[in-house]
């Protein structure tokens, strides 16, 4: 298969983690005999120092005229310091997301058998968790009418959604549940919004069409805390924009690092592939970031082109360096691997994931050949 791949590295740790999944996509490449074309774009920060904007023109062209994106992360400590700066590099993405119209961003959560210690919480309570977010991405207070008072004292977002963007949305949702443990739940706040109170309309009424998924509601603050309590009561969730947004920042506290989840954000003609945590500026140039999140987000673009075997040796390979302890400090405080040797561990075992192959792991640890 023949793909054309935008790269957006972005702000912070982005281009970092993003050079890893680049490398484990040209093994897929050398493997499975596919080819793979990457193009690099700016966006954020880095695209308002030379455009003056957070998404020029030319990065919205490239991704139309490319198969898919990867992208990186947004934002940086200049901006996040200064909360009155009228433009922003996380405007970038979220004109991103409007002008592809990725109006789903799905959000797996799935707990590393290996790395059930590094949670906050107990072995017992997240052992086997399995659960995918299916959030709103592109209507809501984050794109709603902003508006703040002359005097600068009183501000307001609107919260808006119509029933054909709940819709769209939900079906796909449904027919996730539908492939999975068959169980969805709508996370909403419909005893205090009216917008919510439509969710839930509108999702009833589509949920007569998947008879075979049993379909319950929770309020959002009931769902943070059941995630907690137990998160293998989750199969798929569906939500809107905020408390999708709040709630997938949890799903990670789960796993015991941000560093570790991927997401894709899918339209009906453009799809977007991106780990989900943030920008990480303190490790940025550090070698220290966990690259895994971007490189499981490129198992994720796999599939979505249907090729699953090519995914799954992805797959394969993150949790070989799990096993293998080859891993950033965010999972080992002691250990002497970086950003770029655990992507280059992976990218190798992809090309070759024979478990009985001597590795060199001082090697690896150097940043050389990691075969004997």
């Known amino acids: 298969m023949n793909l054309k791949i935008a790269l957006l590295g972005g702000d912070g740790i982005g281009p970092e983690v993003l050079a890893q999944s680049v490398k484990c996509l040209q093994a897929v490449e050398e493997t499975f005999n596919h080819h793979f074309t ?43 310091d200064n909360p009155s700066a009228r433009v922003r590099p996380e405007q970038g993405l979220l004109q991103l997301r409007r002008e592809l119209n990725l109006f789903t961003n799905i959000r797996p959560v799935k707990v590393f058998p290996t790395l059930v210690n590094k949670s906050p919480l107990k072995k017992h309570v997240i052992f086997g968790t399995d659960f995918v977010i299916y959030r709103e991405l592109t209507g809501g207070i984050y794109f709603g009418e902003k508006k ?19 819709s769209r949305i939900t079906h796909l949702a449904f027919k996730a549940a539908k492939s999975r443990r068959k169980k969805l739940t709508l996370v909403d706040k419909a005893n205090v919004l009216e917008t919510s109170r439509l969710w839930r309309k509108v999702v009833t009424r589509i949920s007569e069409s998947y008879p075979e998924v049993q379909l319950d509601f929770l309020f959002v603050d009931n769902a943070a805390m059941q995630m907690m309590l137990n998160p293998n009561e989750f199969d798929v969730i569906l939500t809107d924009n905020m408390f999708g947004d709040i709630l997938s920042d949890q799903g990670s506290a789960i796993c015991g690092s941000k560093g570790l989840l991927p997401s894709a954000s899918i339209g009906n003609e453009h799809a977007m592939f991106e780990p989900f ?38 797959v394969v390979a993150v949790d070989k360096s799990m096993r293998k302890h080859v891993v950033t400090k965010d999972l080992s405080a002691t250990t002497k691997y970086g950003t770029s040797q655990v992507g280059d561990f992976i990218a190798g075992n992809i090309i070759d994931s024979d478990d009985n192959l001597n590795y060199n792991y001082e090697n690896i640890g150097l940043g050389k050949s990691t075969i004997i």
């Open 38 to 80: 990457y193009t690099e774009g700016l966006i954020g920060a880095v695209a308002m120092d030379k455009y003056g904007s957070p998404l020029p023109k030319e990065t919205i062209d490239l991704c139309r005229a490319s198969d898919a994106i990867l992208f990186g992360t947004i934002g940086t400590l200049k901006y996040d």
């Open 148 to 166: 703040l008072s002359a005097d600068g004292t009183v501000a307001s977002d609107l919260c808006e959604y119509s029933e054909k963007e709940i």
């Open 277 to 314: 945590h943030g920008s990480y500026p303190q490790a940025a140039g550090k070698n220290i970031a966990n690259p895994v999140a971007s490189i499981l987000s490129t198992a994720m673009m796999l599939s979505h082109f249907g090729l699953y075997e090519e995914s799954r040796a992805v």
